[in-house]
């Protein structure tokens, strides 16, 4: 599946591309048609699993089509960093369309406070809000929810955690009853399914188990030049006696160059890939169980399912795009409680997509030091955005 099948506006297109979005994540791909077909949506997935695009994209593409004249959606985040976040997302993706988005939390100034309340009475068409602030200005009067769509609560088990039953169920008094609910939470204990049960009007529910990384696998990564990689391959097969090896590469034309890459380094290497035959295939996996083939290169298609014991190392050449993908690889190694080591190479391009298997994985994977020799490594800075929404508040295309 890819974010074409959603049949997004074509601006909103552009926002994702621009963000370095490819391929929907699972909860995207599930989540995504119920909230474009406007039902009730109760959301369960873990940490680092793309929640927020999951809601944020059809929103998006709901509201292009609406006529911008009111409030028209409303996100509650439990703290200002995660709303701040989240405006941030928003801003991105719809960076080449005209819908309006402001962030409205506590502390700042004055003039914060005026800011805010001027771009809720103007109808901004996405209000991210954490509860208190919003009460505040709620209550202040002036600000007209009536005609809200679309209303989400992102980390609901984290706003149940800070106490803020009372709080939400005070902001939903303000909001018409016909609206579209969303929520979204990485667990789901029973008092969440007492919330919903209260706010939610027959919903969906969608919910996503994924496993970790098995204990007993030593992740290790190294940021890396695309010109770097072989040379450091070479290095980490010179200073190891690895028996069993799956190299993956992102496609199959890739895996072919790298087989005769490898081969100039002196390593004996053989590819799989959807190429093959499927007697040719059984031959390649049996050469390789039977230690007779000691490095493996492939795709993704080598990292579902293959059972070989006693892989001692899996590198990961390119870092691959969907970060389940990234746990299913090194999965090949440390099978049935025996060790493995998983080193990955994050070129800079791969450095968000890394970023993301972090959150994913809840884990921060050590970045090792090139060996003096190669020259300097590229600088682990994920976050670093390519472009800069201009405005906070955009003024709308009339
Ligand atoms: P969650 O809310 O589930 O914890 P986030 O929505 O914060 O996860 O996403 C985690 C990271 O993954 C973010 O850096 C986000 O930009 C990135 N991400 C999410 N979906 C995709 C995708 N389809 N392709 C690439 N990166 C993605
Ligand atoms: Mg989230």
Same mark, same amino acid.
């Given at each position: ?6 049949? @997004?506006?074509? +601006?909103?297109? /552009?926002?994702?591309?621009? %963000? &370095? $979005? ?128 679309? @209303?989400?609560? +992102?980390?609901? /088990?984290?706003?149940?955690? %800070? &106490? $803020? ?134 795709? /993704? ?98």
């Amino acid at each position: 599946m890819t974010f074409d099948d959603f049949q @997004f506006d074509y +601006d909103l297109m /552009d926002g994702l591309d621009a %963000m &370095g $979005f490819n391929k929907p994540t699972p909860i995207q791909e599930l989540a995504i048609p119920v909230i474009l077909a406007h039902k009730d949506l109760i959301a369960c997935a873990q940490t680092g699993t793309g929640k927020t695009a999951a809601y944020v994209l059809p929103i998006i593409d709901k509201i292009i089509s609406s006529n911008h004249s009111h409030l028209n959606t409303l996100i509650l985040a439990p703290t200002r960093e995660l709303a701040v976040q989240i405006d941030q997302q928003v801003q991105g993706f719809s960076y080449y369309v005209p819908v309006s988005s402001i962030a409205i939390y506590g502390g700042g100034d004055g003039a914060i406070w005026d800011q805010q309340k001027k771009a809720l009475k103007a109808g901004a068409d996405i209000i991210i809000a954490t509860p208190g602030r919003l009460i505040s200005q709620l209550a202040s009067g002036d600000i007209k929810l009536d005609k809200l769509e679309h @209303f989400i609560l +992102d980390e609901a /088990d984290r706003m149940l955690d %800070m &106490g $803020f039953y009372d709080d939400i169920l005070k902001i939903i008094s303000y909001l018409p009853k016909n609206r579209q609910t969303i929520l979204f939470s990485a667990t789901m204990p029973p008092k969440i399914r007492t919330l919903a049960s209260k706010i939610l009007d027959k919903p969906e529910e969608i919910s996503i188990a994924i496993s970790k990384p098995a204990e007993g696998i030593l992740q290790q990564a190294y940021l890396t030049y695309d010109a770097q990689k072989i040379p450091l391959l070479s290095e980490i097969f010179k200073a190891n006696s690895y028996q069993s090896v799956i190299i993956f590469a992102g496609t199959k034309e890739r895996v072919k160059s790298l087989q005769f890459e490898l081969k100039r380094i002196g390593l004996k290497a053989k590819s799989f890939h959807s190429d093959l035959e499927q007697k040719e295939r059984e031959d390649l996996m049996n050469e390789f169980r039977s230690r007779k083939l000691q490095v493996l290169i492939g795709t /993704d298609i080598l990292s579902r399912g293959i059972d070989v014991d006693g892989i001692d190392l899996v590198v990961n050449f390119d870092v691959p795009p969907d970060p389940e993908d990234y746990v299913h690889r090194i999965g090949r190694t440390a099978r049935a409680e025996s060790k493995g080591t998983a080193i990955t190479f994050i070129n800079e391009k791969d450095q968000r997509r890394f970023h993301a298997i972090e959150a994913l994985i809840e884990k921060e994977v050590p970045k090792l030091s090139l060996p003096i020799f190669l020259g300097g490594a590229p600088v682990y800075a994920p976050n670093t955005r390519r472009s800069e929404p201009k405005q906070r508040f955009k003024p709308r295309r009339k």
